[in-house]
């Protein structure tokens, strides 16, 4: 059996006394991907804040490359190989876009050429301040600024929310690119199914804090009962 590249172990994590997350397990393969699916405050950026180490972990075990972080600070964490965007996207307000695409970079596949030949608007716009970039150039900017770090595995939180459709096939054109390119494996955070299923492989679906349903993802999209139930979402609709 090949080892999971991120696996978690009946965790149980929070915020000082409050439980959000009540006992997850998951696995991440290298090169895979995983869509977290679920109503709002469900727990998802919970979970992903948890794997970066920002919350507080009660019960049970992270294990990165087969070794135990459980214990290990977000910085090592990030500095590992784990790579988020947060959903407050955090982009510096007073760097430049270029700036703000380099200053947490490290050496690997993605440089700051690749970047922009995958998200051509960050070059156009690489002068621009932070703070004069429209919404989905910033949901854009966070994703160039995580690749850039050269993570072997992206957390991406709800990457989509309230973006333009055109802006949504651009910055999904851009994650099919990343994961074709260089296989870097991905967690994408979504609400809206129909996006994340498309480009995943394998999904789950959180609610109430624990995980209540995996699937395939094509498998999950087919599922209309379930995606109903689970996410209220009305797929004869949507298709
Ligand atoms: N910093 C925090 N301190 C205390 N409770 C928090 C904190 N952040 C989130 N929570 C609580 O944890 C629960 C899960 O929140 P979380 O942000 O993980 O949900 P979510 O599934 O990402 O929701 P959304 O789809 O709206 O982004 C919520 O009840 C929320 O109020
Ligand atoms: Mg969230």
């Known amino acids: 059996m090949t080892q999971a590249l991120l696996q978690l172990k ?9 439980v959000v997350l009540n006992d997850i397990s998951l696995e991440v393969a290298d090169k895979s991907s995983l869509a977290v699916l679920g109503r709002n405050g469900v727990g998802k950026s919970t979970l992903l ?13 992270i294990h ?19 790579g988020w965007v947060a959903q ?8 430049t876009v270029e700036e703000n695409l380099t200053v947490t970079a490290r ?4 440089t700051l050429e690749r970047i922009y030949d995958l998200l051509p608007r960050m070059k156009e716009r690489r002068g621009n301040k932070g703070n004069q970039l429209s919404g989905g150039e910033q949901q854009m900017l966070a994703l160039g600024r995580a690749l850039l770090t050269n993570p072997s595995l992206l957390l991406l939180d709800e990457p989509f929310e309230g973006l333009a ?33 498309a ?6 679906v959180l609610e109430r804090g624990d995980i209540v349903h995996r ?25």
């Open 165 to 197: 459709p055109i802006i949504v096939e651009e910055l999904a054109a851009a994650i099919r690119r990343m994961l074709a390119e260089q296989g870097t494996a991905f967690i994408l955070v979504e609400q809206h199914a129909q996006m994340a299923l």
């Open 107 to 110: 050496p690997g596949h993605w």
């Open 49 to 61: 804040l948890t794997i970066m180490g920002f919350t507080r972990m009660t019960r049970g075990q």
């Open 88 to 95: 407050e996207r955090e982009i510096f307000p007073s760097l």
């Open 10 to 18: 009946g965790v149980r994590a929070g915020y000082g006394d409050a």
């Open 215 to 239: 699937a395939r993802s094509d498998d999950l999209w087919k599922d209309h009962a379930t995606l109903d139930r689970l996410i209220g979402l009305k797929v004869a609709e949507a298709h």
């Open 199 to 204: 480009l995943t492989e394998n999904a789950v």
């Open 64 to 82: 990165w490359h087969g070794e135990d972080i459980t214990h290990v600070a977000p910085f090592r964490r990030a500095r590992g190989g784990i």
